[in-house]
């Protein structure tokens, strides 16, 4: 018998704003809330943008003005909608019309003649070129003169082509959260968004620790493109052109395992399992793997599992965009054949496109055994029994497609027929697509899932793609898919991409349902999700997501109705703490976890015997087990 992980928690942040709670997912279905939820995600956005503040627990404006839900949705509404999802990159990042550059400027003298300036003495080079002559005119500056030339780098401007990305809400900075001094964006996000989905679980973090031993916590989260501001490897790299110092700080908070060690270090005080597990723009669904088969496996208890990235820097514009992979301005006038671009629908999966759109996210799911999750009465928002993980073979080019989506998908579709039967699958599941919007992935992904769907039976199958509305996260791609497929299970309602007018004529659909509006599926409710991800260098990965509904049918199978209702009544107080952290957060309290220098093991007290170790701080002691793996062999 396997352990089931189920998913107890969940939160973070992207460009829908908060996950928890489904606020991400009720951001990009929000034409077709009821009023009331409506207005509780936008008054929740309008405090994270600081539109509103909240005093005395209410709404105000800046004059203190008590605002209702309804005056926050009619004052501040359009407001909070064109400061969210994909859109024009915003001066906090960079002036995409006015980017920063450096020209070459070869500087000679008139007629081949020497020529001089005056600069600072601390400012010469080392060592001097020889055709230069040093005067001194005092004690700090000199005379230079130059008789053969030389070349200088001067700053200089210009417009990107490519000026759209998915980012956070205007207005939020996750470094304003806690104590962040010299954290690189995406390590920022990465402890907010990890806070979000502990918090979300509304059981105290001790309460968990001290049910499992201490080597029964793993933490897996990576960066596809590690950090690349300033404060880490962008810094690091540029300061040698840039004439600055290194600082001790860049090169370690670059390191792609750094998500990781910052929940571990100073959110969790895990001493469990850790890990970051890259797999390009695939890398949750791969860290996900290894979550999902450590529980399985029975080797860890509980899981904490994400991604923290935060690519929009003018760095990995330029490399994308040399590459012909992003959306640019031109190409969609092109598609829109007309000169006003709208950057919101830039992100075109499935339809005319140009090119995928930069997004930064960070999304942390917290996954349990089905055994502890009833034993701590958690709320369970889904359960992944499978992930799959297959390369493409031998290849020409490193970034095309290849094969290996074509196993992990039709691996997927076949586990949740073993699990659900196949008429679950023929008439209650939907894929969240890869849909990076890019004019290859449009063939490429919709012909392997048309034909996986055929191989197996499935008509009719529908399809969303969250990128539409929040871009390309890279490494957290597949999270923000998982975020919104949960979204769809809570509500029965499946995104349509509406960035896009119809689909494109050479997407293969005989067998697919692709819809630019919103699906209600109240009368025949979802049950399964299969979130398909790739990325380049041929990682490719599938995930099977079962809804709250089914796990509560099979944890009533295994455990019987009297340990179910026993669940069902602990689940109460848990699903209360929940609710009045998300009301909290709601009115900005986010309740940021940053344990920096504190609660640190004393290794002098840590106790050692042939059948334990006990470390203190934690509730249970690490048991060593009996290991007759090889015991045939010996």
């Given at each position: 018998?396997?352990?089931?992980?189920?998913?107890v928690?969940?939160?973070?942040?992207?460009?829908?704003?908060?996950?928890?709670?489904?606020?991400?997912?009720?951001?990009?279905?929000i034409?077709?809330?009821?009023?009331?939820?409506?207005?509780?995600?936008?008054?929740?956005?309008?405090?994270?943008?600081?539109?509103?503040?909240?005093?005395?627990?209410?709404?105000?404006?800046?004059?203190?003005?008590?605002?209702?839900?309804?005056?926050?949705?009619?004052?501040?509404?359009?407001?909070?909608?064109?400061?969210t999802?994909?859109?024009?990159?915003?001066?906090?990042y960079?002036?995409?019309?006015?980017?920063?550059?450096?020209k070459?400027?070869?500087i000679?003298?008139?007629?081949?003649?020497?020529?001089?300036?005056?600069?600072?003495?601390?400012?010469?080079?080392?060592?001097?070129?020889?055709?230069?002559?040093?005067?001194?005119?005092?004690?700090?500056?000199?005379?230079?003169?130059?008789?053969?030339?030389?070349?200088?780098?001067?700053?200089?401007?210009?417009?990107?082509?490519?000026?759209?990305?998915?980012?956070?809400?205007?207005?939020?900075?996750?470094?304003?959260?806690?104590?962040?001094?010299?954290?690189?964006?995406?390590?920022?996000?990465?402890?907010?968004?990890?806070?979000?989905?502990?918090?979300?679980?509304?059981?105290?973090?001790?309460?968990?620790?001290?049910?499992?031993?201490p080597?029964?916590?793993?933490?897996?989260?990576?960066?596809?493109?590690?950090?690349?501001?300033?404060?880490?490897?962008?810094?690091?790299?540029?300061?040698?052109?840039?004439?600055?110092?290194?600082?001790?700080?860049?090169?370690?908070?670059?390191?792609?395992?750094?998500?990781?060690d910052?929940?571990?270090?100073?959110i969790?005080?895990?001493?469990?399992?850790?890990?970051?597990?890259?797999?390009?723009?695939?890398?949750?669904?791969?860290?996900?793997?290894?979550?999902?088969?450590?529980?399985?496996?029975?080797?860890?208890?509980?899981?904490?599992?994400?991604?923290?990235?935060?690519?929009?820097?003018?760095?990995?514009?330029?490399?994308?965009?040399?590459?012909?992979?992003?959306?640019?301005?031109?190409?969609?006038?092109?598609?829109?054949?007309?000169?006003?671009?709208?950057?919101?629908?830039?992100?075109?999966?499935?339809?005319?496109?140009?090119?995928?759109?930069?997004?930064?996210?960070?999304?942390?799911?917290?996954?349990?055994?089905?055994?502890?999750?009833?034993?701590?009465?958690?709320?369970?928002?889904?359960?992944?029994?499978?992930?799959?993980v297959?390369?493409?073979?031998?290849?020409?080019?490193?970034?095309?497609?290849?094969?290996?989506?074509?196993?992990?998908?039709?691996?997927?579709?076949?586990?949740?027929?073993?699990?659900?039967?196949?008429?679950?699958?023929?008439?209650?599941?939907?894929?969240?697509?890869?849909?990076?919007?890019?004019?290859?992935?449009?063939?490429?992904?919709?012909?392997?899932?048309?034909?996986?769907?055929?191989?197996?039976?499935?008509?009719?199958?529908?399809?969303?793609?969250v990128?539409?509305?929040?871009?390309?996260?890279?490494?957290s791609?597949?999270?923000?898919?998982?975020?919104?497929?949960?979204g769809?299970?809570?509500?029965?309602?499946?995104?349509?991409?509406?960035?896009?007018?119809?689909?494109?004529?050479?997407?293969?659909?005989?067998?697919?349902?692709?819809?630019?509006?919103?699906?209600?599926?109240?009368?025949n409710?979802?049950?399964?999700?299969?979130?398909?991800?790739?990325?380049?260098?041929?990682?490719?990965?599938?995930?099977?997501?079962?809804?709250?509904?089914?796990?509560?049918?099979?944890?009533?199978?295994?455990?019987?109705?009297?340990v179910?209702?026993?669940?069902?009544?602990?689940?109460?107080?848990?699903?209360?703490?929940?609710?009045?952290?998300?009301?909290?957060?709601?009115?900005?309290?986010?309740?940021?976890?940053?344990?920096?220098?504190?609660?640190?093991?004393?290794?002098?007290?840590?106790?050692?015997?042939?059948?334990?170790?006990?470390?203190?701080g934690?509730?249970?002691?690490?048991?060593?087990?009996?290991?007759?793996?090889?015991?045939?062999?010996?």
């Open positions: 018998m396997s352990r089931l992980p189920v998913i928690g969940f939160g973070g942040y992207n460009a829908a704003g908060r996950s928890s709670f489904h606020h991400g997912f009720r951001r990009t279905v034409e077709s809330l009821p009023s009331a939820e409506r207005q509780e995600t936008l008054a929740g956005l309008a405090v994270l943008m600081k539109l509103v503040q909240v005093e005395n627990d209410q709404y105000v404006d800046a004059e203190g003005q008590v605002l209702s839900l309804a005056e926050i949705e009619s004052r501040f509404g359009q407001q909070i909608l064109d400061g999802l994909v859109r024009r990159i915003e001066k906090r960079l002036d995409v019309d006015a980017a920063h550059w450096q070459n400027l070869t000679t003298g008139e007629a081949g003649k020497p020529f001089s300036f005056i600069t600072l003495a601390k400012q010469l080079p080392e060592p001097l070129p020889t055709d230069w002559v040093i005067e001194n005119l005092n004690d700090t500056e000199v005379m230079v003169t130059v008789y053969d030339g030389c070349d200088i780098k001067v700053d200089s401007y210009r417009a990107l082509p490519v000026k759209s990305a998915g980012q956070l809400p205007s207005g939020f900075e996750p470094g304003e959260q806690y104590a962040s001094r010299f954290h690189p964006r995406g390590l920022q996000m990465t402890i907010v968004a990890a806070t979000d989905a502990l918090r979300s679980t509304g059981i105290a973090w001790e309460t968990i620790v001290n049910a499992v031993q080597d029964e916590i793993a933490v897996f989260a990576s960066s596809a493109m590690s950090q690349l501001d300033e404060n880490s490897f962008g810094g690091l790299m540029q300061s040698r052109l840039k004439g600055n110092r290194v600082s001790a700080k860049q090169l370690a908070l670059g390191l792609n395992s750094m998500p990781a910052f929940i571990n270090a100073y969790l005080g895990s001493v469990g399992t850790t890990g970051a597990i890259s797999g390009a723009c695939a890398s949750f669904l791969y860290n996900l793997q290894k979550a999902t088969e450590m529980i399985t496996s029975g080797r860890a208890r509980v899981v904490l599992v994400g991604n923290g990235e935060a690519p929009i820097t003018q760095e990995c514009i330029e490399g994308y965009g040399a590459m012909g992979a992003l959306a640019t301005e031109e190409g969609l006038r092109s598609i829109e054949g007309k000169d006003d671009v709208d950057f919101r629908r830039a992100s075109r999966p499935f339809s005319q496109n140009c090119g995928f759109t930069l997004a930064e996210s960070s999304q942390f799911f917290m996954l349990m055994d089905d055994e502890l999750a009833m034993q701590l009465g958690a709320d369970i928002h889904g359960a992944v029994p499978d992930v799959f297959n390369a493409d073979g031998f290849k020409k080019s490193i970034s095309a497609p290849g094969p290996g989506n074509y196993l992990t998908m039709s691996k997927s579709i076949h586990s949740a027929m073993q699990i659900l039967g196949e008429d679950a699958v023929k008439q209650r599941s939907f894929i969240h697509a890869h849909g990076s919007s890019t004019p290859a992935n449009r063939v490429t992904e919709s012909e392997l899932l048309d034909r996986v769907a055929e191989a197996f039976g499935v008509h009719d199958l529908p399809l969303t793609a990128k539409a509305y929040v871009g390309h996260s890279l490494a791609a597949s999270a923000d898919q998982l975020a919104s497929a949960l769809t299970f809570k509500y029965q309602l499946l995104p349509g991409i509406k960035t896009i007018d119809a689909v494109a004529d050479d997407v293969f659909q005989k067998n697919l349902r692709i819809s630019t509006q919103d699906l209600n599926r109240a009368d409710p979802l049950e399964v999700c299969f979130i398909n991800s790739k990325g380049f260098g041929g990682n490719n990965a599938s995930a099977v997501v079962l809804a709250p509904s089914v796990v509560e049918r099979m944890l009533r199978k295994r455990y019987g109705e009297t179910f209702a026993d669940y069902l009544a602990r689940r109460e107080q848990t699903r209360s703490a929940a609710q009045a952290y998300d009301q909290r957060a709601l009115k900005g309290q986010l309740d940021i976890i940053y344990n920096f220098g504190q609660n640190m093991i004393d290794d002098s007290q840590i106790e050692i015997t042939p059948d334990q170790i006990r470390i203190p934690f509730g249970q002691a690490l048991v060593f087990r009996k290991d007759d793996r090889f015991e045939d062999m010996i």
